[in-house]
């Protein structure tokens, strides 16, 4: 739900004037899910392995981030033009090394950046860069509060300090607080929050649960419709649909029958969601590429059509042929990580060099 409100948003759905929101909610289910790999292995273990929280971070994210920049940045030479190649080119050199937030707000980048969406990809990479030595600060403190609850008072800390900054920033700078890690890390933080929270959230009697995970789809829907270029954002306005996810997740973390899980639970939605990262990934430099290309335009409703469907046919097949089978690579962590790093630096070199050819 979260990549399909972004993806239908940017194609120009009628109506769905905030489907930017979708970036949001997957900040939450984001924060959610890391967490609960990172407790599972601690309380399992009694150790929590850095070097294999990047190592799966380098196998499920790295490859088809790269195989998209690359792709992407050629094909922009070929169909666009040089100048337009050697900007994209640029881009994704930042990109690569997941700092592109802070390229943009540098530079001022063009909104149509082929390689835009990647934004949200740096933000989500810089939490987590921080967020396991936040982790293991907390496991490792001394007192008379348990794990949970010491990590739980740090994530809180960075809930109101983030937030906080949200609100500040949109009034002052808003393009920093768009593009800013430190205004959208609460989102991230409230996530993980849930996790730390399942076992009393199991107790929580069925039906108020499965209500609450109506309020939350109502929030989220709300939002993505009533919102639009012109909403002060994230700001404070940002906690619309980012509660929404909290009290989804939150809410079927009881797994009530009568839930938003039974309709996000059906298999068509879990099929969509395994794909769901290659689509973000691929449907924006598409859409821009179609765009930029001499004679390209993609007004008609019917080209929009025709390049979602090609945007959705090709995710798929990235996540057949591509994506799915290297994340399941089994390598040692110390290798997965080297992996990543190589991906990474090669990027960011042969980007270079191409760029030695000015336009």
């Known amino acids: 739900m979260a990549v399909l409100l972004v993806v239908l948003f940017h194609y120009g759905v009628p109506r769905l004037t905030g489907g930017f929101v979708g970036v949001d909610v997957f900040f939450v289910i984001s924060g959610f899910v890391i967490t609960g790999l990172l407790l599972r292995e601690h309380e399992e273990t009694g150790r929590t392995s850095i070097l294999g929280f990047y190592a799966r971070r380098s196998r499920r994210i790295l490859p088809a981030a790269t195989l998209v920049i690359l792709v992407t940045v ?69 007192g008379a509060l348990t794990f949970r609850q010491r990590l739980a008072v740090a994530l809180g800390v960075v809930v109101v300090t983030s937030y906080w900054l949200s609100i500040v920033h949109t009034a002052s700078a808003p393009r920093i607080a768009y593009l800013s890690p430190f205004t959208r890390a609460w989102e991230l933080a409230l996530g993980a929050l849930i996790t730390i929270g399942t076992t009393w959230l199991k107790k929580i009697p069925k039906h108020l649960a499965a209500v609450s995970t109506w309020a939350g789809l109502i929030a989220i829907l709300s939002a993505a419709f009533a919102f639009n270029l012109k909403t002060p954002y994230p700001g404070s306005l940002v906690a619309v649909p980012v509660i929404g996810a909290a009290l989804i997740i939150a809410g079927g973390v009881a797994v009530p029958k009568g839930g938003v899980e039974s309709v996000l639970g059906l298999q068509p939605c879990s099929w969509l969601g395994k794909r769901s990262y290659s689509l973000y990934l691929w449907h924006w430099p598409i859409l821009v590429l179609a765009a930029e290309t001499p004679g390209g335009s993609v007004g008609p409703w019917r080209v929009r059509l025709l390049l979602g469907v090609l945007a959705f046919v090709v995710s798929v097949a990235t996540y057949q042929l591509f994506e799915n089978p290297i994340r399941h690579w089994r390598l040692q962590p110390r290798l997965a990580v080297g992996f990543g790093l ?18």
């Open 74 to 142: 050629f094909a922009t030479y070929v169909l666009v033009g040089t100048t337009s190649g050697f900007n994209t080119a640029d881009d994704g050199r930042w990109a690569a090394a997941f700092v592109a937030n802070f390229h943009f707000e540098a530079v001022g980048a063009n909104p149509l950046s082929s390689l835009g969406n990647f934004w949200s990809l740096s933000v989500e990479e810089q939490f987590y860069v921080i967020y396991p030595t936040v982790f293991l600060l907390a496991a490792k403190a001394k």
């Open 342 to 359: 190589g991906l990474v630096i090669a990027v960011v070199m042969v980007l270079s060099l191409l760029m030695l050819v000015k336009p």
